[in-house]
């Protein structure tokens, strides 16, 4: 197999790419609804129930919720704020160049995680 040059995507591979961030895009927006629906009747509920004993099993369950919701939600609002920020580097010509090194990310990579600003070498975790 021929090893592609590391230059820019081409047209297509873009193309196919901007499907995949807007795909990616519709799905965290959605996601952010139904979990924003969620704490809505997490918050409702727990208004409902009388939490004033810190030792109510009901209490501690409804926190726990309300911190696990929080925590997803957290995640799909950074998710769809890195695939905005993909989406704009796109429209820049930025797109598919690590912001780190500033050599191409790999194809397969941002088919993998289309979001993703750095190439495979920059975003080794560091241990
Ligand atoms: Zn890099």
Same mark, same amino acid.
């Given at each position: 197999m021929a090893e592609q040059p590391s230059r820019a995507l081409s047209a297509s591979d873009e193309a196919a790419l901007r499907d995949l961030l807007a795909a990616e895009r519709a799905a965290a927006v959605t996601r952010i609804g139904v979990l924003t629906r969620a704490w809505d009747d997490i918050v409702a509920s727990s208004s409902l129930v $009388?939490? %004033? %004993? &810190?030792? %109510?099993p009901e209490g501690a369950t409804i926190a726990f919720e309300r911190a696990h919701v929080q925590a997803l939600l957290d995640q799909a609002r950074s998710q769809l704020a890195d695939l905005d920020l993909a989406l704009e580097r796109l429209g820049r010509g930025r797109?598919?160049?690590? &912001?780190? /090194?500033g050599q191409p990310i790999a194809l397969e990579r941002l088919r993998a995680r289309? $979001?993703?600003?750095? /190439?495979v070498h920059c975003t080794r975790p560091r241990r």
């Open positions: $009388a939490v %004033d %004993d &810190e030792h %109510d797109y598919g160049t690590c &912001e780190r /090194c289309p $979001a993703a600003t750095t /190439c």
